[in-house]
């Protein structure tokens, strides 16, 4: 396990923490943020930080990346949350559509798609998740028939995010109907601009929006199934565990554990708040170990090892932190604060409304521990 960060490393985030102080990024950022259920579009700061190189460094120079290490990629999301980057944009476009098409994508969809996701000039949603299939991938309905060499699928996703200002979706579908849970699903990337897409918002309490996708019979080229037709099923789970690092939670919680503290410190800096003292404590290690489950998955990631007992461990630490401290944060800011509609104040509220789906998205915690529970018994078996 990794403990500590290399010299380049160090280096490395300088360079983008310096980078992302620029006021123009700041203002930029500012005005990406939402609140009280108002969602601006983002996509004007990530052109702007497609400019600045730093939203897929780790990419090939042919896909418009810099070539740097997948690790450097990470530093690059921990400086942008902190910075203040609204992230699902990246996390989405870059961090789950763009490293599949890295890993299982051709040729030819990586020249095409790539460099202008790298630029900040197209972005991507995951469409996985539909009314009736929950957090069981395999119970997915929609179908992508075939029409010669093409298809057109039909079906319905929900809750995803961003998607009314996104370009492309990552598409599961039955190819071959009948033939099995788990057997006869494909990939595709879906022009979300066709005719035969329709976004709506789903309602909710957080301020990113869910919604809801209905395809009717939208046509996808044949160049755009990823991988073999019929066999999606293993790319999905391994898609999954490179999601499942764990980093985005973590990130989401040490936001919110900041952002207490200083709620804490303006309420009345004379005061130590000793009986908060222990717990504020408590949260620090769990924050501490968490980012080490993280970036334990993140460096087997680099090394080209896809450990998905490493990363349902990550992602059910990380989750279930993340929504403790929300939690625990939400009753920190004093009236004054509320009434006055202070940053921290206004954090802490968005974050309360937002952690009760984070142990939900990316896979249940339930489905989590299933994964573990399942690696332990075949451990045990095994050994016998």
Not at 39 to 55: T, V
Request: charged share 25%; net charge negative; glycine share 10%.
């Amino acid at each position: 396990m990794r403990f500590g960060f290399t010299e380049d490393q160090q280096q490395f985030r300088a360079h983008v923490r310096e980078a992302l102080r620029s006021p123009e990024v700041r203002a930029a950022a500012a005005e990406a943020t939402g609140a009280d259920g108002v969602e601006p579009d983002a996509r004007p700061l990530y052109r702007l930080l497609g400019r600045l190189g730093l939203l897929a460094v780790h990419w090939p120079a042919e896909y418009g990346g810099s070539g740097r290490p997948p690790t450097d990629a990470a530093i690059v999301a921990e400086e942008l949350v902190r910075a203040g980057v609204p992230d699902t944009f990246h996390v989405n476009t870059i961090q789950i559509v763009g490293q599949f098409l890295l890993m299982a994508g051709s040729e030819e969809q990586k020249q095409r798609y790539l460099p202008a996701m790298a630029r900040g000039e197209s972005f991507a949603s995951v469409l996985y998740t539909e009314p009736d299939a929950a957090s069981d991938l395999g119970a997915l309905r929609a179908v992508a028939r075939p029409e010669g060499d093409d298809y057109r699928i039909t079906g319905t996703k929900v809750f995803s995010l961003k998607t009314r200002f996104v370009d492309l979706g990552l598409c599961a579908a039955r190819t071959t109907p009948g033939a099995g849970k788990y057997q006869g699903i494909s990939l595709f990337l879906v022009d979300m601009t066709d005719p035969g897409v329709t976004v709506s918002v789903i309602p909710g309490i957080g301020d990113e929006h869910f919604h809801r996708v209905d395809l009717d019979a939208v046509p996808v080229p044949g160049g755009d199934l990823i991988g073999p037709r019929d066999g999606g099923w293993p790319l999905l789970n391994e898609a999954l565990a490179v999601e499942r690092t764990g980093l985005d939670y973590y990130l989401k919680a040490e936001r919110w554990f900041g952002a207490a503290l200083d709620a804490l410190l303006d309420d009345d800096p004379d005061t130590g708040h000793e009986d908060r003292l222990e717990q504020i404590g408590r949260w620090h290690g769990a924050l501490t170990a968490d980012h080490v489950l993280s970036w334990e998955v993140l460096t087997g990631l680099a090394a080209g090892r896809v450990d998905q007992l490493a990363a349902a461990v990550a992602k059910y630490h990380s989750s279930e932190l993340a929504q403790s401290v929300a939690a625990w944060a939400v009753g920190i800011p004093a009236p004054r604060q509320r009434a006055d509609r202070t940053g921290e104040a206004l954090v802490l509220d968005s974050a309360y409304r937002e952690a009760p789906g984070l142990t939900l998205s990316a896979g249940t915690s339930e489905v989590m521990l299933q994964i573990v529970t399942a690696a332990f018994d075949s451990l045990g078996q095994e050994e016998h």
